[in-house]
């Protein structure tokens, strides 16, 4: 690499990298790195891998988010992914490393939350590792799961629909709701229970009509790049198409913030991202097409413009 450092890299980039130096020519391997869980052949079905962290002042901050929703936004963001594949969560490991001088009630309430998202998606802990940290609190965890059909992020064709399951920018908007706040609020509306106990979106019935998909964990540009890079293919979506609700809009515009900024770019809404045949007749919210190697968004007059990966991105 020549980049001097990380940030210069882009994180898209970091894993492009990865995912050349550690290519296998494994049979079982049906997806490794690049889609959001590794696919292993396992008989008849397929075995889903997924893990993901979250880190005290980079994905959440005490001040606004309790130790019992955070437990919950844990799971769900991890489950997010297993059903970005199709599939079915199983089984949960956890990572987890707190201060020492945290108060056992926190660790009382982070689990009850967990407890609470385990039994929604029907999924039980099976092991993991504790540590005491020194200074931010670190959680990770890694969910296995199985499907009879993986839904890959490289499966969209030239001619396929894109669509996605519900609204978007919801979660970036609650964020603001609380960063306007500057502390803890009840979820009392939509974008605040989007934001800090996400539901992550069961697949169940794109299985056998999806042709590809991606969970949007970090804003709707960037997931659909993901999901063009490994389809290798371009796409066209419609401005006015991208579903913003009012309240989100409202909500937006109260606190100075373009709201179809917030839904192209937002993170965190764990809605699906799929492609579909354009013969099909799909129960989701159309945005765009699925074209040769463009990448452009039409605006409500008709004009063009090149989209960017753009949202959340570490590095
Ligand atoms: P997601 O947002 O769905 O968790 P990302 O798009 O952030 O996934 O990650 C892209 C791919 O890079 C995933 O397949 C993930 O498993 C892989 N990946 C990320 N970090 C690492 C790492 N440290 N080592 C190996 N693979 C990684
Ligand atoms: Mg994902």
Request: glycine share 8%.
């Amino acid at each position: 690499m020549k980049e001097k450092t990380l940030c210069h890299a882009g994180e898209l980039f970091l894993i492009e990298q990865l995912q050349k130096n550690f290519q296998y020519n494994l049979k079982s391997l049906v997806a490794g790195i690049g889609d959001d869980a590794a696919v292993i052949k396992y008989g008849k079905d397929y075995l889903l891998f997924t893990t993901d962290m979250m880190l005290e002042g980079v994905h959440f901050d005490l001040h606004y988010i309790t130790p019992y929703q955070l437990g919950f936004k844990l799971i769900s963001v991890n489950v997010s992914d297993i059903y970005a594949m199709g599939g079915t969560p199983m089984y949960a490991l956890l990572n987890i490393a707190l201060r020492k001088k945290t108060e056992t009630s926190f660790f009382n309430m982070l689990f009850k939350g967990i407890k609470h998202a385990l039994s929604y998606y029907k999924t039980i802990l099976i092991g993991g590792d504790i540590s005491a940290v020194r200074k931010d609190i670190y959680l990770s965890a890694t969910i296995i799961g199985s499907t009879t059909k993986p839904i890959l992020r490289s499966g969209a064709k030239e001619g396929d629909k894109i669509y996605v399951t519900g609204y978007l920018g919801e979660s970036a908007c609650g964020l603001e709701i609380l960063k306007k706040k500057g502390m803890r609020v009840k979820p009392s509306n939509n974008l605040l229970k989007r934001h800090l106990m996400p539901a992550a979106r069961n697949p169940d019935k794109l299985k056998g009509i999806a042709t590809s998909m991606i969970d949007i964990s970090d804003g709707l540009l960037i997931d659909l790049t993901r999901l063009c890079d490994e389809s290798k293919v371009g796409a066209r979506i419609y401005e006015e198409k991208i579903p913003v609700s009012p309240q989100m809009r409202k909500t937006a515009l109260s606190l100075g913030l373009s709201p179809l900024n917030l839904a192209m770019t937002g993170g965190e809404d764990y809605e699906l991202l799929f492609t579909a045949p354009h013969n099909k007749k799909i129960k989701a919210i159309y945005i765009g097409d699925i074209v040769k190697s463009e990448r452009v968004i039409i605006d409500k007059l008709g004009f063009k413009k090149a989209f960017e990966p753009k949202g959340y991105q570490h590095f």
